[in-house]
């Protein structure tokens, strides 16, 4: 059973400040009890802080490094660098739309994706969130959140669009490297219309130098991927992988060395079999045609 957490920190930089305090306890070898003790804080406040679970200050975080002793100004200037930057990245423009995020952890996600390089997606029932039109979104969202009104419905087809703006062009847009089971060519999603639209899409999309697609077909028959859906998150360097598993309500992330290794070994497998990116075009062309018809 993959070891997973229950909460999900709010950023990458989260992630990282909070490695890098467990590590500078345990170098200095004191317990929780006897830092919580000394900087006067509780220890059940200062696990969560180490686990990523929750954020510090850096007044807080500044009495931490002085009790682990670190006196070194660029040391401790790399932490506190990191208590800002994750503090920043609260603000982030998707708070608003908190009331429909929190169900599913989804805001989690989006701060997680959003200090990501590169993200490997493998889809077997529907287009990536990341790739797909408005109208298909729209349809999705609509059929599977049935919980939703028509507003909240439409403040995550805005969301969705905005997670393609912001992560998937610029300067620096992430990499997307998605896999997607032909089952997901043969779904009917709003109507042969949309259908229609979306595997353009998928093409046009593909082009662009930052994107990879590609198709498994089901020739290839049972495979690893039909366990469902994950996406591998990739982060700058010293950050480690970790792989996100959606659920209806209990969404989580697997960060063990084991479970992600396990998770790329199963992509870069399923990536080997898929079609190549130029003949996943040709069958998105060919399916067009179909829903024309």
Known sequence: MPRKKTLVPQSVYRRQLAARLKQLRETSDLTLAEVAARVEIN??????????ERGTTPVLAGALLTCYGVDDPAQ??????LVRADRE?????????STVLTATRYDGYLALESGAVALSNYQPMLVPGLLQTEDYARSVIAQMRMDLTP?????????????????LSGANPTKL??????????????????MANQLD????????????????????????????????????????????????RNSVYLEASTDVDNYWEIFDHLRACALSPSDTRTRFAEMIKDFDT
């Open 43 to 52: 220890q059940g406040s200062l696990s969560r802080i180490e686990n990523g």
């Open 76 to 81: 401790r200037n790399d932490v506190l660098d």
């Open 89 to 97: 990245q609260q603000k982030s423009w998707w708070r608003k739309y």
């Open 151 to 167: 507003p909240q419905v439409e403040d995550l087809v805005t969301i969705r669009l905005e997670r393609q703006h912001t992560r």
């Open 177 to 194: 490297w998605a896999i997607l089971d032909e089952a997901v060519l043969h779904r009917t999603i709003g109507s042969p219309t949309v």
């Open 201 to 248: 899409h998928l093409i046009t999309a593909s082009d662009q130098p930052n994107i990879t697609v590609q198709l498994l077909p089901f020739s290839l028959g049972a495979h690893p991927g039909l366990y469902g859906p994950f996406v591998i998150l990739t982060f700058p360097a010293h950050t480690p992988d970790l792989v996100w598993l959606e659920n209806p």
